[in-house]
């Protein structure tokens, strides 16, 4: 008799992907929360959220499709504006087609999307060694520069004296280089050869992913010498 006919070999699911969550900006190294959809929902597979490039391929973050979503953050895009787009690769792949939400994939709707990390904030606290100084005598004026996020910032601290808002002089600068056992402290060895109540502020320039700041006012007194 007649031998029966193979079944023809059913042709492979396409997967779909898209941001779901996707915020727009940043401050630099706050963690970044992205949220992705696929389709059908309970494909097992790895997704994978990738800074765009025409030259090479970024992977910023993995997770597992759970429920037809799943959730990756990450902190370390950098400063400036980044594309950004993300990827599903079923477990099953004879039965199911990776998709991208992007180009430069083949299967990509074009859906990329941009990120903007912004410099971070900071914050310069000023304080003196000595409460009441005399003419002459040296004072250790410090700053202590925190940037947001948890990051130390790179920059330098200029130490003045002001009178009604003007700076009268420049009385130190030093750079800020912090790390573990110096986290963003900066210190200033000055004298006044006046008595009187002196005006100190200190002011922190910043690198390219910081803000700059300048602290509060201090009143150092110097008394006059004795007779």
């Known amino acids: 008799g007649a031998t029966a006919a193979a079944a023809p070999a059913l042709a ?29 929902d309970t494909v097992p ?21 759970v ?6 953050s990450f902190d370390d895009l950098p400063l400036g504006s980044s594309e950004l787009y993300v990827c599903f690769y079923p ?20 859906s990329r999307y941009t990120y903007a990390v912004l410099p971070a904030p900071t914050a310069t606290q000023l304080t003196s060694s000595l409460a ?17 996020n948890g990051v130390w910032p790179n920059g330098s601290v200029t130490f003045y004296e002001t ?5 009268t002089q420049t009385l130190c600068s030093a750079a800020s280089t912090p790390n573990a056992q110096n986290p963003g402290v ?3 060895s000055a004298s006044f050869a006046s008595a009187g109540a002196h005006t100190v502020k200190a002011q922190f320039v910043h690198g ?20």
């Open 12 to 40: 492979a699911t396409q997967t779909s992907i898209h941001f779901s969550t996707a915020p727009v900006f940043s401050t630099f190294k706050y963690p970044i929360t992205l949220k992705a959809t696929m389709m059908p």
């Open 45 to 65: 597979g790895k997704v994978e959220w990738r800074l765009y490039s025409p030259s090479a391929v970024s992977t910023l973050c993995t997770a597992n499709n």
């Open 186 to 188: 900066v210190t200033c």
């Open 132 to 148: 009441t100084a005399a003419p002459g005598q040296n004072i250790t004026f410090t700053a202590s520069v925190t940037g947001a």
């Open 67 to 72: 429920s037809g979503s799943a959730t990756c």
């Open 163 to 167: 009178a009604a808002g003007v700076t």
């Open 208 to 227: 390219d992913t910081h803000l700059g700041d300048s602290s509060r006012s201090i009143t150092q007194l110097v008394n006059a010498a004795s007779a």
């Open 91 to 110: 477990t099953d792949s004879a039965n199911y087609l990776s998709s991208c939400s992007s180009n430069p994939a083949p299967e990509g709707d074009g």
